[in-house]
DNA sequence: TTGTATGCGTTATCAC
DNA sequence: GTGATAACGCATACAA
């Protein structure tokens, strides 16, 4: 009907006017508080819909110790893994009356501090953050006093819990399983060594390849990006001495070996075999299916949030300055076609 | 040092009271305020870093007119679609100095108010919807006093604008590049006609088959989920009147559907040509590349966006109640190798 | 250049 | 059962 109708926006006093009541009344009897007139709660509700009146949640939260938001902080949202966690998360924050602030931060560490910043600023409950590789100071120090959880990667300078993959048994039981199947000339795509996680996969291929008298030094370390292991893969497939299998270290990695591969016309397992890391719902669907390292996301995602959650609900535990272990999750291999048994040759 | 140290939590009037300064000062100093002592400013701020003084955001948002925060309210985050419009939101947020709240609605309506209201609670900054099909009367309500935007899906009682994507076009599309192979007998199995994306895109199909005289009715239709797919698909594919073409209406269900085959033991394009929805990466990678209908994902999420912030920023325009013309973004077709020419048999 | 007083919307404490 | 009043932490209009 009116045409400039720019919500006048509702508060309790507004309706204890209204109602001639006061608004300790009011503020009572939306809270079902036990000793208030039943009528005069029908009253005050009624008006409240009525009014499309709405509580302040920056005046409530002001009265608490916190905030009513968890903070996700991870490095990619397209990625499937980050994804998932992302999902889980999602469900038991919404089940337990939290909101979800997500922040994507590509790794970048000035952004991964003003996210974080925000979420100290917002008085967060809580917050579950995978650290870029070398986080600024004042990312530490923000994080140190609030109460979080690390995901995935592990920054020893924090206090934090961790939860994470046990990445070198995941690599070392893929390269393995390519010895098993007769490879000798195995080469390593993965990511950098200035996480912890880049470091352990590493140590799992070279550890399972020495302890075969293998050559381990056919590695190529890089961003975890498409590009980079297309780059690598297509120069460690127009060699001269191709290796006859590939143990990728991440799924972006993957995504470039395959792009790779069927630029260079190479077929898979034929050609060269191959295992990914990690299980988008698509590797089973490549060709033969990927043979690949599932990581034990949904049980990483239920542990990481009900762990948080945990501490959320009591009385802050400071436990120690000690750099706590982390829980290691164990990663499985799928077997699936692009590892090929190699006849001597 | 100390073992219990439970965060004395500081605030203006601590840093005030060790400064032997006013609040107001120490408000100003903070804020940079230009008719402030430069010496002042440092020394409060040297303070404040010490004692690690984080302003709280419930005090500052209470003063305002709306929070630091933009809501982002999809039915899922797995899906490649909304993962990288969530990228792109959150980018955007960031930039602005936003943070970036996320609900994951699944379609469950429950979740959609519960999680709007939390939005509104928090008076966010803006809200970006992909609704469900019925929406409560609640949301619709709580909506319609927000600034917001519809995104994908248009609910048409509500009045804000939307960006949505042009179905129709695609599925026709799709349908039509078939047709022109050769194609005669072709199946669609998209969404269910409660959403008008389903409606159009169903319509796209339809429309290009009775253009040319065939029988449009070879239509499953279910809920956008892997499952109703496969199931679909294997029924399609095992009876006697094999279609020779199918045309997908969404990207779950194209996954269904090559898993459907993959179980079925048919090959594509050899056995049965096929069109997708959307374009996740790995589409290309799927044998000799799925021929697919692409979605202008990146130019919808920085429209939106946009269109949000742009509003944001400015004094709260209350476009009429009138539902406005949505924007339509057109897809594209990719000619890769799944949809083959059917020669005369 | 700095300080005083006030108000934002709620909830909690103490009356009555 | 209900109502004054204070307090949460911050920013600003209004002095000084």
Redesign the pocket.
Known sequence: MDTVSSKP????????GTL????????????D?????A???LRVRALARELG????G???S??GQHGPTIGLIIPDIQNDFYASIAKTVADAAAARGFQLTLSVTEDNPEREMDDLRALIVARAAGIIITPTASPKAQTLELLAGANAVQLVRQDERLPHEAVVIDDYLGVSAATRHLVTYGHRDIAYVGTGTDLSCGRDRLAGFRAVMIEHGLNPDRVALGQPRPEFSHHAVHGLMSGSQRPTALVMGSSSLTIGALKALRSLNLQWPEDVSIVGYGDPVWFELMGSGLTTVRLPVQEMGAYVTSLLLARTELPRVTGGDACPQPSRFAPSLVLRGSARILTAG
């Open positions: 926006v509702v508060t309790i006093r507004d309706l204890a001639g009541l006061s608004h300790t009344t009011v503020s009572r009897a939306l809270a508080h036990p000793k208030i007139k009528e005069t709660k009146y709405v509580p302040n920056s005046a409530q002001m009265r």
